[in-house]
């Protein structure tokens, strides 16, 4: 299988490669409580962007796209742009119960808004077979709240200190600032149309 392998597909792994070592980091920091894998894992979520920009520019360059590279880049997306700002998330403090639910939300959203692509991929493509916009928002745009999460780690605003604070709603726990995943999750499957670049 990996003799089938374009160039493109390589940084698609690499992506995905990434996104891993993201949720690794995390759990090392949550082991060892040193903040210094908190950030390496943020970093590890920009190097996935990264990745992810580069394999479709090199399939598109080298004329090499097919239907497994594009799987293969859907899954990659939900490790590195899905689930490890998710976990990071919950390595920063939004350990909350309503926390989880919507950091779960989050990624069930993420995988709905990449499935959605793949199977509509082939109507919203133009006149070139070049899909001209994506439906709600890509969910590589989670790296904003990972640059967020970044930010807070940098700062010391973690945990205990997480901006906004946290809230108790009769026996559960709820982080305000876990909203912004709610809100990120909700755009990616959203009909919003917006242009391709």
Not at 35 to 51: E, M, P, S, T
Not at 72 to 84: R, T
Not at 153 to 164: F, N, P
Request: contains cysteine; hydrophobic residues 55%; glycine residues 8%.
């Amino acid at each position: 299988m990996i003799r089938e392998f374009q160039l493109a597909d390589w940084f698609t792994l690499a992506n995905a490669v990434s996104g891993a070592g993201a949720i690794f980091a995390v759990i090392s920091f949550l082991e060892t409580g040193a903040v210094r894998y908190l950030q390496f894992a943020c970093w590890l979520v920009l190097a996935a962007l990264v990745f992810d920009i580069f394999d479709g520019r090199i399939a598109r360059w080298r004329r090499t796209a097919s239907l497994m590279g594009q799987e293969l880049d859907s899954l990659a997306d939900v490790i590195s742009f899905g689930v490890a700002p998710a976990v990071i998330a919950y390595g920063c403090g939004m350990q909350g119960e309503i926390d989880r639910i919507v950091l779960l939300f989050f990624v069930a959203c993420g995988v709905s808004r990449l499935a959605r692509y793949n199977v509509t991929a082939a109507s919203m493509s133009g006149d070139e077979g070049k899909v001209t916009h994506f439906e709600g928002t890509p969910i590589p745009t989670s790296i904003v709240l990972v640059g967020l999460l970044a930010l807070a780690t940098a700062s010391d605003s973690i945990r205990e200190h997480l901006w906004l604070g946290q809230v108790t709603i009769g026996r559960f726990t709820l982080h305000p600032l876990v909203a912004l995943f709610a809100i990120s999750g909700s755009l990616m499957i959203s009909r919003i149309r917006i242009p391709k670049l």
